[in-house]
């Protein structure tokens, strides 16, 4: 059977879905795996078949606007989503549409952002699997929406906030009706459509996070499944500088500070205030520039910069973990059991420093713009003298190791293809 993945987003987006390329492929699945244009080589250094998607995601991050919204700018936010998101709506649409008919896809996987691919599925008569790196679709009591702004509402308040994910389509209903007459000669959908129904059917949800990290809820139903993360195995190339080595070597393990594919408006001031709470707290620390979240300077002793590397193999080796919260990343820091600050800026990465938080391994999150060198020493302070922290941390990050998410997600995706 052949199987098309879509995904969209930045390299903790895509590397999820590339273990599971793998492991579908493995067992024997025709798989292709549709991404960005700036994951083609990272794709196809795995072997796999790829199909690529029309838009650039650095150059989308990099842009002016969502430098802004990063930032902290609600008014860019609105700003940005009434001029941009129809534009960026007819793009994925199509996209979604043609990744599917051109790679002759008998099954999909997809992430809710790939809306095209619902319709699609609808119009060929597919089945299909929506799967998200956050449980931002099952309705529950326990935490609110992830995408409103307030983290728990409150019991039934926080059930009924998941509402927004029915709500929002509203405002783009028409662009996403012409759309389905044009290109599909399919009727239009009710304003109010619950999108985790096609055909009168639910369909399945493959959460791929650990359920030692958010737990599973009785409130869900039989085709919300939280199967592990997929993680992608190390790269056995990989080989790290001279350099680099020494610096672990040097003193006390250091502590890892990086904003992955996060941009600011000014990394030269977010930069200061951590050099200025590295000195405080008498902290080394291997730093991660990124795409604009840091910026690179003469480093003082204490500090060294590194190029992307595997998490994997980095993580296990460092005293504690300051990142931005996607979800990838986490994950990792999470597996390496290593106690966690989230400075958060957009999407998901609020929640995952409350989660973070809540388990207790790690310091309440720190929100990009509200950072400063009096709350970013008092959390470093708690990351590395926190015992009890520290225990709780490795214990998680244990639970994870044991768990195999790739292969519970192709059990549960097999068992509904067979059906």
């Known amino acids: 059977m052949k199987i098309t993945i879509i995904t969209l987003g930045t390299r903790g987006d895509v590397q999820p879905y590339i273990a599971l390329a793998l492991g579908l492929k493995k067992s024997g699945y025709d798989v292709t795996i549709a991404v960005p244009t700036n994951f083609k080589s990272f794709v196809a250094s795995y072997g796999l078949k790829y199909y690529l998607l029309q838009v650039d995601y650095n150059d989308f991050l990099n842009s002016t606007e969502i430098k802004s919204v990063m930032a902290g700018s609600k008014l860019g936010a609105v700003k940005y989503a009434r001029r941009e998101a129809p534009k960026l709506l007819k793009r994925f649409l199509d996209f979604s549409y043609k ?35 956050a449980p931002i679709l099952t309705p ?4 609110a929406y992830l995408y409103l702004p307030w983290h728990n509402l409150g019991g039934i308040f926080n059930k009924l906030s998941y509402s ?47 359920r030692h990290v958010v737990p599973f809820t009785d409130e869900w139903g039989k085709e ?54 590295l000195n405080r707290t008498g902290q080394r620390a291997i730093m991660f520039s990124g795409c604009g979240g840091l910026k ?38 999470l597996k390496a059991g290593k106690p966690t600050l989230i400075c958060p800026f957009i999407a998901d990465q609020p929640f995952w ?67």
């Open 224 to 277: 919300d499944h939280v199967t592990g993360y997929w993680f992608l195995d190390s790269e056995t190339d990989f080989t790290p500088s001279k350099e680099l080595i020494s610096f672990l070597g040097k003193g006390n393990p250091p502590i890892y500070i990086g904003f992955g594919s996060m941009t600011t408006k000014d990394p030269g001031h977010i930069t200061k205030i951590i050099l200025e709470a």
């Open 99 to 133: 990744a599917i008919v051109e790679t002759d896809a008998e099954a999909i996987i997809y992430r809710p952002i790939t809306i095209g691919c619902y319709h699609t599925s609808e119009k060929l008569n597919i089945p299909c699997f929506i799967s998200t790196l």
């Open 164 to 210: 927004f994910i029915n709500i929002a389509p509203l405002f783009y209903q028409c662009i996403i009706n012409k759309w389905r007459k044009e290109v599909l000669g399919l009727p239009p959908k009710w304003a109010y459509t619950n999108y985790l129904w096609l055909n009168h059917k639910r369909i399945p949800i493959l959460y791929c996070y650990s």
């Open 140 to 143: 529950n009591k326990r935490f």
């Open 353 to 419: 420093g409350n989660i973070a938080s809540e388990l207790g391994v790690g310091p309440k999150p720190i929100p990009i713009g509200k950072l400063n060198a009096d709350n970013l020493s008092s959390a470093i302070n708690q990351l590395v003298s926190n015992e009890k922290m520290r225990r709780k941390a490795e214990e998680t990050g244990k639970r994870i190791e044991n768990e195999d998410g790739v292969n519970n997600a192709i059990r549960i995706i097999n068992s509904c293809l067979s059906k």
């Open 296 to 333: 690179k300077t003469n480093s003082p002793e204490n500090v060294f910069y590194i190029e992307p590397i595997p998490h994997d193999w980095l993580f296990p080796k460092v005293s504690a973990v300051i990142q931005h919260g996607g979800a990838g990343t986490t994950a990792q820091s």
